[in-house]
C-alpha cells in the first residue's frame, strides 16, 4: 500500500468513526468510550518491513 492509499484509509477511517460516533450519540440515550491505538509505517516506527501488517498481509 503506498502512501496516498494509506492516507486515504486513515482519512476515511477517522470520518466514519466520527460519523458512527456522532450518530450514536444524537438522541443521548447512550453512550459508548472507546481505547483505541493507531499505527503508522514511518521508519523511525517500525522495522525492515514496514509495508507488512502483524498477521503477514502486505
Known amino acids: 500500500m503506498n502512501e496516498r492509499?494509506?492516507?486515504t484509509f486513515r482519512t476515511?477511517?477517522?470520518v466514519g468513526l466520527l460519523a458512527l460516533m456522532l450518530s450514536g450519540c444524537s438522541n443521548g440515550?447512550?453512550?459508548m468510550e472507546v481505547t483505541a491505538t493507531a499505527y503508522t509505517s514511518t521508519p523511525g516506527?517500525?522495522?525492515s518491513t514496514p509495508s507488512l501488517a502483524a498477521w503477514?498481509?502486505?
Open 12 to 14: 476515511g477511517f477517522l
Open 5 to 7: 492509499n494509506k492516507m
Open 29 to 31: 440515550e447512550s453512550s
Open 45 to 47: 516506527e517500525t522495522d
Open 56 to 58: 503477514g498481509i502486505l
